[in-house]
Nanobody, 119 residues
């Protein structure tokens, strides 16, 4: 069983910053990608950013230039540095781990961490 745990959410005013962390109980050699999704009330879950291990980094257009995703090269951990936060960034942020095993891809999710941007 793979465990994915997020931390770092909270309350922040517009223009502020937060850093989210995610760690997973899995060898980095089994990871295809890790990333962040978010879901606001009444909306579908959407990709924020992800890192393909050994490959590319991808960002949603609405966070380009404001958010930065990074990883720890030694372990299964990724971080999301969020700056210039806006009220519309308010959502539950979920960490996703995509595992490649025996030719199949499997997705694992954290429990989510709330980010609230308020005036």
């Amino acid at each position: 069983q793979v465990h994915v745990v997020e931390s770092g959410g909270g309350l922040v005013q517009p223009g502020g910053s937060l850093r989210l962390s995610c760690a997973a109980s899995i060898s980095i050699h089994a990871i295809n990608s890790m990333g962040w999704y978010r879901q606001a009330p009444g909306k579908e879950r959407e990709l924020v950013a992800n890192i393909v291990f050994g490959g590319s980094t991808n960002y949603a257009d609405f966070v380009k230039g404001r958010f930065t995703i990074s990883r720890d090269n030694a372990k299964a951990a990724v971080y999301l540095q969020m700056s210039s936060l806006k009220p519309e960034d308010t959502a539950v942020y979920y960490c996703n781990l995509n595992q490649l095993y025996a030719g199949q891809k499997y997705d694992y999710w954290g429990q989510g961490t709330q980010v609230t941007v308020y005036s």
